[in-house]
Structure formats: C-alpha cells, structure tokens
C-alpha cells in the first residue's frame, strides 16, 4: 500500500512546492495523510500540518443533508472552532461573486491607505458579458480605493473587482496569479480562481470549507466589516476638477432588512453570489446574542427567495448562550 502511494505522495510534494508552500509543511501534510473525506483527489483530512490548528475542521459525522436544499453549505462557530453544519463542504462548487471576497482580501492585506486614486481604464470592463453586474465606475475617472471597494461589495461590481485586480498587481492576470498564492497559503486545497469577480469558467472553483478559510480572514478586516456592512453608500468620482457622486445600494437583504434573521442572531456582513452555473450563493457573518461570531456559506440555491431561507435554517442552529 505505501509503494502504491508513493508516486501519488511525490506528485503531491511537487504541485505543493510549486505552489510556494515550504517543503518541511509539505512533508508533515503526508504525515496526516488519510484517504477518508476525499473529493476529487484531496480533502480537507489531508490539509497540511498546523493549518487546522486554529479553525473549525469538519466533523466525523456528517450533518444531515436534508436539513437544506442547496448543493452545498455550511455553519461555522469562529470563536469555539466548531463546524455546526455541514454538507458536501469539500465538493468543488461554484463561488460566483463570493470570488470577490478574496479580491477584497488582497486589496485590504495590499493597500495601505485606501484613500489613494485609481483610475478606470477600459481595460476594467474586457472580457465583462452584457448582463453583467456592475458599480457603473466611469471610465476615465478616479476613484478612492475605498470607494471601489464599495463599488465592489455593495452592487457586486465587476468592472470594480478588475480595477481593483489591476491597481494591486498591474493586471488582472498577475492579480488572479496572486489569488491562487494566497489560496494555496490559507489552505484552500479545493479552490481555483481565473478571474478576480467570479463570471463563470469551467475551471473557476471553491468549496464552502474553502470560503469559510478566506472569510474568516477576510472578517478580521474592520474596512470589510464597514463596507459589507453598509446599505448603501454614495462615491465620488474626480475628472480633472470635476467631481460627480453616484449611490450604490447592498446586494445583501440581511443588510438591508428585508430578511430578518432568527431572534437573538445580528447579520454584521456578508458576500452575495450569482451565476446560472453557479445557482444563488451567500456567505455571511452573524453574532449571537453573547456576541460571538459564526459563518454561514451557502452554495447552489435554486432560487433568490431559497439562499436567504437556507442562511435563516443555518442561523437557527447557532447557539444563544
């Protein structure tokens, strides 16, 4: 049996050197090697060495999967590390605009001052399909760094995650080249980004462990909190010395109230998500009544209506005490 891993166990060493992920972890990840919870190759028991020290990890026994329709969710406690629910957490699924969530990471961990100016450049709106979602930036025009990031998380902006992309990297496929690092350095073994706002690709794919590893993170940011947290906001756009404003509402209807979430559970922040591959998606950030925090992720619900009653079902399972 371990003459007929190994070839798999040194093809595994390799991708993860290439990966950037230092050859001692590499080796204690073969030290915890199993063969239970796999999906598509490699699961989250096969997580490198320390990585599961400080999250919540995926139970034995899995939770029951009727108690949601959707393809795929899960409810994590991020104060007691404990999966409350879960289910096909590691099957690879679409993320839709929760991509944007590790767009924003990147700005966040990359930005220093988010008052600085960037300007849109057509280069932001190639390769963005007719119906794409946008925060209507104007081309030609500067914008805070700050100000796109509500363009970002609020309409979900597309052309708002290249421009970010390229502020950050130079371009959007540098930018993508920089989500796959960080992917690979928070453990996101079942994840592939190929571009910063989540328009469908075959090839463009996460699992709910996975966004529960960015966005836990992602949370530790009080700029995300008070983006992503907000209803709407109003940006301002400079060209030359003319200054013109714009208003952008939240995706999110926990934000905007017009979901309530179960008593005692306050909905703080959170990313939507939609494509037709992709089905409606939602990844959100509550506190319970004793102010500890949870993470819900949603994957592939049927229908708009469906993902907020799916992340209500998750909340009821969040403890009060």
């Known amino acids: 049996m371990k003459k007929a891993l190994f070839p798999a166990m040194l093809a595994l060493l390799l991708l993860f050197s290439a990966c950037g992920i230092k050859t001692a972890d590499s080796a204690r990840f073969y030290d915890k090697y199993v063969l239970s919870r796999m999906d598509r190759g490699i699961g989250v028991a096969d997580r490198l060495s320390g990585m599961a020290e400080n999250v919540a990890v995926l139970n034995d026994t899995p939770s029951d999967p009727g108690y949601v329709t959707c393809t795929a969710a899960g409810l994590f406690s991020e104060d007691d590390l404990v999966t409350l629910y879960e289910k096909e957490a590691?099957?690879?699924?679409?993320?839709?605009?929760?991509?944007?969530?590790?767009?924003?990471?990147?700005?966040?961990?990359?930005?220093?001052?988010?008052?600085?100016?960037?300007?849109?450049?057509?280069?932001?709106y190639e390769g963005l399909s007719a119906d794409s979602s946008l925060a209507n930036l104007q081309r030609g025009g500067y914008y805070t760094v700050k100000d796109v990031l509500y363009g970002l998380l609020l309409p979900s902006g597309n052309e708002a995650a290249n421009v970010l992309a390229i502020h950050v990297a130079g371009s959007v496929p540098e930018f993508v080249k920089k989500m796959n690092q960080r992917a690979a350095e928070l453990g996101m073994i079942n994840t592939h980004f190929v571009n910063p706002h989540g328009l469908h690709d075959a090839n463009?794919?996460?699992?709910?462990?996975?966004?529960?590893?960015?966005?836990?993170?992602?949370?530790?940011?009080?700029?995300?909190?008070?983006?992503?947290?907000?209803?709407?906001?109003?940006?301002?756009?400079?060209?030359?010395?003319?200054?013109?404003?714009?208003?952008?509402?939240?995706?999110?209807?926990?934000?905007?109230?017009y979901v309530k979430p179960p008593s005692g559970i306050t909905a703080v922040a959170g990313k939507t998500g939609y494509t037709a591959s992709a089905g409606r998606c939602l990844v959100m950030l509550s506190l319970n009544s004793k102010g500890k925090r949870f993470i819900t992720v949603i994957a592939h619900a049927n229908t708009y209506d469906g993902v907020y009653e799916e992340t209500v079902k998750l909340m009821e399972l969040i403890p009060n005490e």
């Open 204 to 257: 463009h794919y996460t699992s709910v462990y996975d966004l529960y590893l960015l966005f836990r993170v992602l949370i530790s940011h009080e700029e995300f909190l008070e983006i992503a947290g907000s209803k709407k906001a109003v940006i301002t756009c400079r060209m030359g010395e003319e200054r013109t404003t714009s208003e952008l509402t939240n995706t999110n209807s926990f934000i905007r109230e």
């Open 90 to 124: 590691t099957k690879h699924v679409y993320p839709a605009s929760m991509t944007k969530c590790m767009t924003a990471l990147l700005t966040l961990e990359s930005v220093a001052d988010l008052s600085d100016e960037i300007l849109v450049t057509d280069e932001a």
